[in-house]
């Protein structure tokens, strides 16, 4: 299993999702993809991304402003 991680902080809707999109159509399935991110939006918007694509929301946290969303490959 590959972890890989992205930095898109201080990027706004949709560029996080839409980097994050295409960091995870590189790697495999069960693959773990780690998201940083300042967008307020962050965590609602990985939720419904997730739900929408089959890819495994797999925690959402909060620190001093800066979203870590960790994201499984389906």
């Given at each position: 299993m590959a972890q890989q991680q992205l930095d898109v902080t201080g990027l706004k809707c949709p560029l996080p999702i839409l980097r994050?999109?295409?960091?995870?159509?590189?790697?495999?399935?069960g693959d773990v993809l780690t998201v940083l991110a300042?967008?307020?939006?962050?965590?609602?918007?990985?939720?419904?991304?997730?739900r929408?694509?089959?890819?495994?929301?797999?925690?959402?946290?909060?620190?001093?402003?800066?979203f870590t969303l960790v994201v499984q490959h389906k």
């Open positions: 994050a999109k295409k960091a995870l159509a590189a790697l495999q399935a300042t967008d307020a939006g962050a965590p609602d918007d990985f939720a419904a991304f997730c929408q694509t089959g890819h495994v929301l797999l925690a959402s946290t909060e620190d001093n402003g800066v």
